[in-house]
């Protein structure tokens, strides 16, 4: 028995889940869980430059969003873009609100050298 996404199909389970979030999103734009789902789908697919203005726009919507600061600038770092990880760092721990996110945003920071 074959699987979707297992070489017989050309359908895989990724793209199912962006076509969701992206369905979801036509419905509800201001859904900032569905926004942020479609970010990391496209860290997951390694299409960084796609996650990048999910990311921001998460973060329009909620400047506090910890997630979106961390894992956006850990796609920056991918894209290569490390000043630019460094800024995206910065302005979560400007924005964060618990000592768990403002964790990892300075250790994100200490491994970039700061």
């Known amino acids: 028995m074959e699987y979707p996404g297992s070489g017989r199909y050309p359908i895989s389970l990724a793209n199912t889940r962006i ?3 992206e369905q979801i999103l036509s419905q509800d734009p201001n859904s900032i869980l569905a926004r942020y789902g479609l970010a990391m789908e496209y860290v997951n697919q390694g299409e960084w430059t796609r996650a990048m203005p999910e990311f921001e726009a998460v973060l329009k919507a909620d400047s506090t969003y910890g997630a979106a600061y961390y ?3 850990q796609t920056l770092e ?3 873009q490390i000043d630019a990880a460094r800024d995206f760092y910065r302005r979560g721990l400007a924005a964060a609100r618990d000592a768990h996110t403002r964790g990892e945003l300075e250790a ?3 491994i970039l050298g700061e």
């Open 19 to 21: 076509e969701l979030l």
């Open 71 to 73: 894992h956006g600038g």
């Open 78 to 80: 991918k894209l290569g």
């Open 108 to 110: 994100a920071l200490a």
